[in-house]
């Protein structure tokens, strides 16, 4: 059993940063990668920003200069600092991890989303 618990959303103004958090716990033998996902009412999910294991980041380019993704390997948690907002980032967040559990299987779990409303 994994679970993925997310922190950190909330209401701010066009402008304003807020930071996201999320924390893996339960039977996780290696995480590969985590990662943000974003769904905007009435839209699909997007992939906001990538961390894999050796570090490496991607961003979708909306987000690029202005969202940063970090992780605490020690922690199994993920963050994501969202600089800059704009009404546009208005959605449910979620977390994303991909990662290999005691069993030796290997899924992609998510978690249970987070709101960011970015309005004046």
């Known amino acids: 059993q994994v679970q993925l618990v997310e922190s950190g959303g909330g209401l701010v103004q066009p402008g304003g940063a807020l930071r996201l958090s999320c924390v893996a716990s339960?039977?996780?033998?290696?995480?590969?990668?985590m990662a943000w996902y974003r769904q905007a009412p009435g839209k699909q999910d997007d992939l906001v920003a990538v961390i894999s294991s050796d570090g490496s980041t991607n961003y979708a380019d909306s987000v690029k200069e202005r969202f940063t993704i970090s992780k605490d390997n020690a922690k199994n948690t993920v963050s994501l600092q969202m600089n800059s907002l704009k009404p546009e980032d208005t959605a449910v967040y979620y977390c994303h991890a991909l990662l290999t559990n005691w069993d030796s299987d290997e899924y992609d779990y998510r978690g249970q989303g987070t709101q960011v409303t970015v309005s004046s």
């Open positions: 339960g039977s996780i033998k290696s995480i590969q990668a």
